[in-house]
């Protein structure tokens, strides 16, 4: 390292720069950005035109612009640009750019870990060129584009603060600037909105890509893409149950449904659910707020619950559930006519559905939260939001559209037909307080519902004619399921969908696989295991995981117990985060990966850094999880 | 209209205006500089370099090297040169030996050079024990950086020129190192100025196009 003569004996850059904060701090204070004006042949127009659209008259009674002063000099963020990319082997490489007839000062730049899980090693620095300087003698500078390569030895993901000052040959100096960059994500803090973003690095991970396009591309494909991957998401076990919930309110009509009235039924649903999950996933980004996990708590569960065991009581015909008569008055003086209401209950079912039902966190979910939270395209990340909700509901509208022409008007059918849907409903609140329960009492759960299946099957509708050879078909496999459930419950099995999965085991001595998960809590727990997979040169896994969470469920359920998936993971030190309670400690671990809600399975490689861009947001099954992991391999 | 179809009305309309609401506000927001998609923003933001100039010279109290305050009413009624510098600006010091010129001309005898320097006393001290600098210089940190922004420097940056006319109103300001021909330019057009030969527009006018060519360009 070059000396430079300070006049006291420091170094000066030192002292610069605890000025510089001092004047950072008042310039980002006190200014808005402002578009720029044009360069050379407009600059008339400009600033004749672009001041007076913002000033006030009296401003422009007392004010001149100054002349042609702006175009002169670069604004130091043009001048010099810095990116930061993860290298090879557990490097921080920053790339600074300089613009031509600018310099920095090498011994002016310093480089600092920017939070306390960041460590760093000593950067390496290439060789400036000689500048004479007339008070401080020899200088290093850099004219132009270089790379300092800092190694870094703990972060997730790193963090660096760096300062650095520099000139403009024609006479101008910049004060020192201090910009923090975390690396990994190949974005930086001042790539300005000509950087291609999601350039280098930064755009590997499905969230990435989506983020990347919805705050670049054009709306129309914003839109199309968001709905698309909505309709991919119908399907998966997030979503899937609104369909029996919205086929029950259908079914449970009654006999004036029409083909119409059940669209349109449909109809309210999906746009009750698509605006609340519109708002709520806008408001959670704006404020930073788990918004789903506040709606897990259990009170709001069980209620959720007991809203359709009511339903399904209801459609058992024990009563006709009904608004309360004073707000049914206020509808009819409203309407005009009574049945308008049933639309706005629907759409606060479909309200209620989408914060409670719909609890799992999925790429494009992921990619219009962060767009939301960081540039503050509030209605962009929600018009995609929109998109996205009305794509899971498109499913639902079909159901809707058939509903009423397959549904059959009156009769015993109609009977039959309703209580087979009531007890849909009471599955789908057995299915809510599963997260709850233990095993075994979840399973008593199920297999109370399969029992009222039979008996529905069994005795409902028939008007003392005998079941039919279908009818008592279905009831079986109903009972043998109920009785396996049982029987599951006291063997202690996890998995309602495998009841037997326990008791098959005692006859094969040779059991799957099973992925060995390291539980972890708090942040300390987390250091903890990465210092001993760095240790032992092991890749680590960090799975987020929690009860409500159904996609995490069928992570375990056909991922995490799939012996390829087990072997393929053999080397790798595999550590489950469970988030249900939702408590300090676990917004603690939440907030320092930056992460929604799970399911989310962050990476390490072998030196404990994340690879953020190899992250895994919403559900993958067995073969994608493994060419997942392939491709986590093969990187740098 | 059937009820199903009202409250389908009404549920379109609230969501289109909050979405048409929603729009306005970020294409208000973002119209300037559109947000880039960036993980952590802690930079200051890169607008151009100057504001608008104000009208009168702003008021502002530093201290001199000896500690003693000095408020910038002292120089009413003479031309003044508000010169904002730093020892570590390499341009800045470049400029100090055409300052002492002027300052020590006796064509010049209304004229002040002021050199504020925004920098640690310590720093201006030693600075000043090695390099002459025959005019008064007052130090300012934050405070000094006040008053450079009350002359409309947005973007810091150095050396920052103020010329002043001996009414008190800003003539002109000027970013970057300063040239003697465009210095000796200014100071006669504000001469003009202030022995009521020219109109201040018009001697800016004058000012912008003797300087535009021998301005660099990047």
């Known amino acids: 390292m070059s000396t430079v003569r300070g006049p006291a004996g420091t170094t000066p850059a030192g002292r610069i720069s605890a000025v510089a904060g001092a004047l950072l701090l008042a310039a980002g204070l006190c200014s808005v950005p402002v578009a720029r004006a044009q360069p050379a042949a407009s600059s008339a127009a400009a600033t004749a035109a672009e001041p007076e659209a913002r000033r006030s008259p009296l401003e422009g009674l007392i004010k001149h612009r100054a002349s042609d002063e702006d175009e002169r000099f670069l604004p130091v963020d043009e001048a010099f640009r810095v990116e930061a990319a993860l290298g090879p082997t557990g490097r921080a490489e920053l790339h600074f750019q300089v613009a031509k007839g600018y310099y920095l000062y090498r011994d002016r730049l310093r480089i600092v870990p920017a939070d306390a899980n960041t460590v760093l090693g000593t950067p390496d620095m290439p060789a400036g060129v000689t500048h004479e300087d007339s008070y401080f003698g020899p200088q290093q500078i850099y004219p132009e584009a270089f790379v300092v390569s800092v190694p870094v030895t703990r972060g997730s993901p790193p963090t660096i603060k760096l300062t650095y000052q520099g000139c403009a040959e024609a006479g101008l100096c910049y004060p020192p600037q201090t910009r923090v960059l975390t690396v990994g994500r190949g974005l930086s803090g001042n790539t300005g909105a000509a950087g291609p973003a999601g350039g280098d690095g930064g755009g590997h991970s499905e969230q990435d890509k989506l983020a990347s396009l919805l705050a670049h591309g054009r709306l129309w494909s914003v839109l199309g893409v968001f709905f698309g991957a909505g309709l991919l998401l119908a399907f998966t076990p997030c979503v899937l149950p609104m369909i029996p919930i919205l086929s029950g309110i259908i079914a449970g009509d009654g006999p004036a449904t029409t083909p119409l009235r059940s669209f349109l039924l449909s109809v309210s649903y999906v746009l009750g659910m698509a605006v609340t999950y519109t708002a709520a996933g806008a408001a959670s980004a704006l404020l930073g707020a788990q918004v789903q996990a506040v709606f897990q708590q259990t009170w709001i569960v069980v209620l959720f619950a007991g809203l359709f065991v009511a339903l399904a009581f209801s459609m058992f015909g024990f009563y006709e559930l009904q608004m309360p008569a004073s707000l049914q008055t206020r509808f009819a003086s409203a309407s005009g006519r009574i049945r308008g209401g049933k639309f706005l209950s629907t759409a606060l079912i479909g309200a209620l559905s989408s914060l409670v039902v719909t609890a799992c966190v999925a790429p494009p979910l992921v990619a219009a939260l962060s767009v939301i939270a960081e540039t503050g395209q509030v209605a962009r990340g929600a018009s995609a939001l929109f998109a996205l909700a009305l794509g899971m509901g498109a499913p639902l509208l079909l159901v809707g559209a058939s509903g009423g022409r397959l549904l059959p008007k009156a009769g015993p059918w109609m009977v039959t037909v309703k209580c087979l849907f009531g007890v849909a409903f009471l599955g789908v609140a057995a299915w809510m307080l599963e997260r709850l329960l233990p095993p075994w009492a979840a399973f008593l759960l199920y297999a109370l519902v399969a029992a009222c299946l039979v008996y529905v099957l069994l005795r409902v509708g028939l008007r003392g004619v005998s079941a039919s050879g279908w009818r008592k078909v279905c009831a079986g496999i109903a009972a043998a399921y109920a009785g396996a459930l049982v029987v599951g419950a006291a063997s202690g099995a996890s998995d309602p969908l495998h009841p037997l999965a326990r008791t098959a085991a005692f006859g094969s001595t040779a059991t799957a696989a099973t992925l060995e998960f390291h539980r972890i809590k708090s942040l300390a727990d987390l250091d903890r295991e990465l210092a001993t997979a760095e240790r032992q040169g092991q890749r680590v896994m960090l799975d987020f995981y929690a009860d409500w969470c159904a996609s995490c469920k069928e992570m375990d359920r056909a991922t995490f117990s799939d012996p390829a998936v087990g072997s393929a993971l053999r080397d790798y030190r595999v550590l489950q985060a469970d988030v249900t309670a939702n408590d300090a400690a676990d917004q603690a671990l939440l907030r320092r990966f930056g992460i929604i809600g799970p399911p989310t399975t962050a990476f390490f490689s072998t030196d404990g850094l994340e690879r953020r861009d190899y992250r895994l947001v919403g559900f993958k099954d067995a073969v994608a999880f493994r060419a997942h992991l392939q491709s986590f391999e093969a990187a740098r | ?218």
């Not at chain 2, 050079?113 to 008064?136: E, N, S, T």
């Not at chain 2, 210095?183 to 109109?199: E, K, M, N």
Request: aromatic share 8%; charged share 20%; hydrophobic share 50%.
């Open chain 2, 1 to 218: 209209m059937s009820p199903a179809l009202r409250w389908l009305t009404v549920g379109l309309v609230i969501v289109g205006g909050a979405v048409t609401g929603a729009y306005v506000r970020d294409w208000q927001q973002h119209r300037a500089a559109p947000a880039p998609l960036v993980h952590e923003l802690k930079a200051a933001p890169a607008p151009g370099p100057l504001a608008e100039v104000p009208a009168r010279r702003p008021d502002f109290t530093l201290s001199d090297p000896a500690g003693h305050p000095h408020a910038v009413a002292e120089w009413d009624g003479r031309l003044l040169l508000v010169n904002f510098w730093a020892t570590w600006c390499a341009p800045c010091r470049r400029e100090i030996p055409l300052l002492n010129r002027l300052a020590g001309e006796p064509a010049a005898k209304d004229l002040t050079v002021l050199g504020v320097a925004v920098d640690f006393p310590d720093d201006v001290r030693q600075f000043l024990a090695k390099m002459p600098v025959r005019y008064p210089v007052l130090i300012g940190e934050q405070d000094g950086m006040d008053a450079a922004a009350a002359f409309g420097v947005r973007d810091m940056a150095f050396p920052f020129t103020a010329f002043v006319d001996r009414h008190g109103r800003v003539f002109s300001v000027h970013l970057g190192e300063l040239h003697e021909a465009d210095v000796r330019a200014t100071l006669a057009l504000i001469d003009r100025v202030d022995a009521g030969q020219l109109d201040i527009d018009a001697a800016r006018r004058e000012l912008a196009a003797a300087t535009a060519g021998t301005r660099p360009r990047f």
